[in-house]
């Protein structure tokens, strides 16, 4: 299950990052997936295809893309953040998922199949 042409299966969350990533349910419209970074992890680069995730736990997170850059870290929104109970994604390039947080990151995932 890709997420873009040019991304390979072998990037795909569950395959490329099968210690943070377990399958919950999969048919031809969607497949859940659970996500558990914990507290100081940092997962293996991997993708997912367009996401609606729903926030179990995690208070912040990096995001950084495949050089190493940062596309996201939710430390930089201030003392006032706080991590929103669903997200929607269209479709995530090569990442990795950092927990500088004081809660394991977990995530429940409803990914789209075309």
Known sequence: M???ESWT???DGVIAAPDHHRVLFDNDRVRVIETIVKVGDTTPI???PRTVMYVVSG???IRRDDPGRVMID???EGKDF???PVIWSDGTPPHVIENPGSKDLIVIG???KD
Do not use: C, G
Request: aromatic share 4%; hydrophobic share 25%.
């Open 2 to 4: 890709t997420t873009d």
């Open 9 to 11: 299966d072998e990037l």
């Open 46 to 48: 991997h993708t997912h």
């Open 59 to 61: 208070d912040h997170f």
């Open 74 to 76: 939710t430390r930089e």
């Open 82 to 84: 706080e991590m929103p």
């Open 110 to 112: 409803v990914e789209l």
